[in-house]
């Protein structure tokens, strides 16, 4: 067996894996996102997460993991921020395993206060993407619901 990889297996991985170009895009989106929302003290991460919190997501941590396509450990990190800053509450209710997690009042007014930014980065995305936004949306969900 060869120790030594190609030239052209190189420039084949540098040119066109996907996985790769994944990454960068997903680096820059967020990129855009965090910038805009930065001045409400929020990251996309967290701004996703509380409208996933706010539209009824699943009690269980496993199922929301699932739901929003995040790791685990990730979600449970970044609710406890959430609830650290007084923006989710976790509830015993739920089930054996399963906490009820709400927005309290200060999360819904933090969500108010974050809309206008994410509209806004939101606006600069479309512009960037142009006529072809719809058909890039369309094709990342089919990404997301093949995983």
């Known amino acids: 067996m060869d ?24 680096r820059t989106v967020t990129r855009v996102f965090d910038d805009a929302l930065r001045p409400c003290g929020l990251r996309i991460t967290q701004f996703t997460l509380l409208v996933a919190i706010g539209k009824g997501a699943p009690d269980s941590i496993s199922l929301l993991a699932e739901w929003l396509a995040m790791e685990r450990t990730t979600l449970v990190r970044n609710l406890q921020l959430l609830e650290k800053e007084g923006l989710i509450e976790r509830g015993p209710e739920g089930g054996r395993r399963a906490k009820a997690t709400r927005l309290t009042q200060a999360g819904r007014q933090r969500l108010a206060e974050a809309f206008p930014y994410w509209e806004q980065a939101q606006k600069t995305m479309h512009q960037r993407l142009g006529d072809e936004w719809q058909l890039t949306q369309n094709t990342l969900d089919k990404l997301v619901r093949s995983g």
């Open 3 to 26: 120790d030594e990889i190609s030239n052209a297996a190189l420039d084949l991985v540098a040119g066109e894996c996907i996985c790769r170009r994944a990454r960068m895009v997903a």
